[in-house]
């Protein structure tokens, strides 16, 4: 799909504030994926339609992540994770996109998984760093995307991590699994 076509398809799903934070990171994914040997067009595609599911009402999200058998813990953990999953399904089934490798990109941006792709890693760090976000630590974090993909990536989830602590919230298994995996398993 063509990129303006995808951003008009996106738009109707997002705010005004959500949709520039997309284009962001769709602007950020594109260049990590020149940088770091990834696909463009995948990047970009994938970064566009990231966010595809946020605002869809939870009862909605809930009853996909059930009739799609998807990972049942998701409803005992924070809503805010749902829009992932969900959003690669929906993405698949409301805008026609049939790459797998884009569907996961946009599936792990939120928690991230164990043997995470090139794409994969672009599109999740893309989202911690576009030129919109701007809390604690993302500066560093933008500093070591110049120089090492993983050690950014790395750094991203330790801080979201640490963040969730903070706040005394509960933090999804797989972010931990994803913080071991690259922690343990990237150079
Ligand atoms: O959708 P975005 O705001 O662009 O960013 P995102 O999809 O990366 O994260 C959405 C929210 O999910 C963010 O507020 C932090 C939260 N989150 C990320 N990982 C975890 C999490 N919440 C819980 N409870 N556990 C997690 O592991
Ligand atoms: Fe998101
Ligand atoms: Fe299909
Ligand atoms: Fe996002």
């Known amino acids: 799909m063509e990129r303006n076509l ?35 067009k995948k990047a ?5 339609f990231h966010d595809y599911a946020k605002f869809r009402p939870k009862e909605e999200m809930k009853q996909i992540i059930m009739d799609q058998k998807m990972d049942a813990r998701l409803l005992q953990f924070n809503s805010e994770l749902w829009h992932a999953p969900v959003g690669a399904f929906l993405v698949h089934k409301e805008a026609g996109i049939e790459d797998e490798e884009i569907l996961d990109a946009i599936r792990f941006h939120t928690s991230g998984r164990v043997g995470m792709t090139l794409l994969e890693k672009v599109i999740y760090l893309a989202d911690y760093i576009e030129p919109g976000r701007h809390f604690p630590g993302v500066e560093e974090v933008r500093e070591l995307a110049e120089k090492s993909l993983n050690d950014a990536l790395k750094k991203s989830i330790s801080n979201t991590i640490f963040f969730l602590m903070k706040k005394g919230q509960p933090v999804f298994p797989a972010t931990f699994h994803t913080y071991n995996d690259l922690i343990m398993n990237s150079e």
């Open 6 to 40: 995808a951003l008009l398809k996106v738009k109707e799903q997002l705010t005004e504030h959500r949709y520039n934070h997309t284009i962001g990171v769709m602007e950020t994914a594109i260049i990590l994926a020149k940088k770091y040997g990834a696909n463009e």
């Open 44 to 48: 970009e595609l994938a970064a566009i």
